[in-house]
């Protein structure tokens, strides 16, 4: 990682905003919220039908918005008409969030998708969306296929446009069995290659993130949620995402 990317190892990162009466997860309530105390943002990134970059962690809609609605399927007046969690906030799109931030934190963007595939549509999309992003930010996802993805096209990018990639692991508790011995051995990050990893709290201590860590290859616990728990993440990890607390470290911390 360059000099302008150590915001990874030492800013806390605000898992989907700083959610909070009214700010739902992954609102453009939270993001501002997380923006004017001085975090960075973690946020989640899905691709629709319609081409459009929705900011949205689950594959279906009916938990947040009461609508039987795969997000994929999610329309531009569905995003209008629909509310989350029964707040005035509505599910916002990538361009809304960066507009919103508009380069006063650095956002951490996960990829996400239902389904592994040979389409890298989104990885496209959300690099051509921060082409112009005035901010600093870094790009992970669980899909290894997308890391990969994401590492060729950032390769591509002009110097002054690259940013970090990420893989997300962890105890992957609803994979089958296969699944998790491959995921949390991570093996294919020995061809991705990533710039930094986040892992699962509930998954330290780590036998696999110890050998990255010690090869240089940063880690960031997720989600962090009270200052006990941050105490036993750091043992295991160089920076944190949080939820439902305010860390005691950072740029510009709000009362």
Not at 82 to 107: C, H, I, K, N, Y
Not at 133 to 148: H, I, K, M, Q
Not at 178 to 194: A, E, F, Q
Not at 222 to 242: C, G, H, K, L, T
Request: proline residues 7%.
């Amino acid at each position: 990682m360059s000099s302008d990317d150590v915001w990874l190892l030492d800013t806390p990162i605000a898992h989907r905003g700083l959610t909070g009466h009214n700010r739902p997860a992954n609102s453009l309530a939270a993001f501002e919220a997380a923006a004017d105390a001085g975090y960075a943002c973690e946020l989640d990134v899905q691709l629709t039908r319609s081409g459009e970059l929705v900011v949205v962690h689950d594959y279906d809609l009916t938990a947040l918005t009461g609508a039987a609605i795969a997000t994929a399927e999610l329309t531009p007046a569905d995003r209008q008409r629909l509310r989350l969690q029964g707040t005035d906030q509505r599910v916002p799109t990538l361009s809304e969030v960066l507009d919103r931030v508009a380069g006063r934190v650095p956002l951490l963007i996960e990829l996400k998708r239902p389904t592994l595939a040979l389409n890298f549509d989104l990885v496209d999309e959300v690099l051509r969306q921060t082409a112009d992003y005035p901010g600093r930010y870094a790009v992970e996802s669980f899909d290894p296929l997308l890391v990969a993805a994401l590492r060729v096209a950032v390769r591509k990018l002009p110097p002054h446009r690259r940013v970090p990639v990420g893989r997300i692991c962890g105890l992957l508790r609803t994979a089958g069995p296969l699944t998790r011995m491959v995921g949390r051995s991570m093996v294919s990050n020995l061809v991705t290659r990533p710039d930094f990893l986040a892992y699962e709290v509930d998954a330290f201590p780590s036998t696999v993130t110890a050998w990255w860590r010690r090869h240089g290859v940063p880690v960031i616990a997720w989600p962090v949620a009270s200052p006990e728990r941050e105490m036993f993440a750091r043992q295991y990890s160089d920076n944190i995402v949080f939820s439902g607390y305010r860390p005691s470290h950072g740029q510009h911390l709000a009362s």
